[in-house]
């Protein structure tokens, strides 16, 4: 199973939005509206910000980034997984999944989720994140190094994630792919139902999904996220 990080493993937009507009006000610059912020999330974190912000020095807001971020981070302000998600990846990897991170994190925004006195150590056997990847989402090619290093076939694999993007990419892969709604950034209605195998609208969920073989789909019912959510994750 892959799992996205931001609003599916732990709940990050509205912390991010309030991170980012903090840098912002340090750099003497007005805040992105909320709007502005939710229509873009989802992207990398620097090809997001010349739209959240237009006119935006980019350096400067990457030099100033990685502090702030630090602080949110030792406040528990930001990444913080809820008990209950951690409590599904342990059933899931009792049950002999296999799980990995997928995100469009930097390496420096997903290394502190890779140490080993973190909660997810023991949980997740590997990350791909855009210092180990050469693609961005909706790139389908953005599973290539997961797949090339762990030897899964795409038809064995399960992306869990928040955004039509996420979807697009696992798609195009032959990854079957099941929308985690839990944050309500996304609407059900927004994903192509083409790449949507499942929809959940709690994280913990997805252990509730019964058994899918490899290869096989069942079509969500348009706008019923339970009724769609009756496939399996796998490894």
Not at 39 to 64: C, I, Q, V, Y
Not at 65 to 94: C, T, W
Request: charged share 25%; aromatic share 6%.
């Amino acid at each position: 199973m892959i799992v996205d990080v931001d609003d599916t493993l732990c709940m990050t937009e509205a912390a991010s939005f309030a991170l980012e507009n903090e840098v912002l006000a340090r750099m003497g610059r007005a805040p992105m509206t909320r709007p502005v912020h939710l229509a873009t999330w989802g992207e990398p974190l620097l090809d997001a910000m010349p739209h959240r912000s237009p006119g935006l020095d980019l350096g400067r807001f990457a030099e100033l980034f990685p502090g702030l971020h630090q602080r949110y981070l030792a406040d528990g302000r930001l990444d913080v997984i809820p008990p209950e998600n951690l409590e599904a990846l342990d059933r899931l990897v009792e049950d002999g999944h296999t799980i990995l991170l997928l995100t469009s994190r930097t390496e420096a925004e997903v290394r502190h989720l890779l140490e080993p006195d973190h909660v997810l150590a023991g949980r997740i056997t590997g990350a791909y994140h855009q210092g180990n990847t050469r693609f961005r989402k909706p790139d389908p090619r953005v599973f290539d190094e997961l797949l090339a290093e762990t030897g899964f076939r795409p038809e064995q694999c399960v992306y869990v994630g928040d955004s039509p993007g996420d979807a697009v990419a696992a798609g195009g892969a032959g990854i079957r792919f099941v929308a985690c709604l839990q944050s309500g950034v996304r609407r059900l209605d927004e994903f192509d139902p083409r790449y949507l195998t499942a929809a959940v609208d709690t994280f913990p969920e997805i252990i509730e999904l019964g058994t899918l073989r490899p290869g096989e789909r069942q079509k969500p019912h348009r706008g019923v996220r339970r009724a769609a959510a009756r496939a399996a994750p796998s490894d």
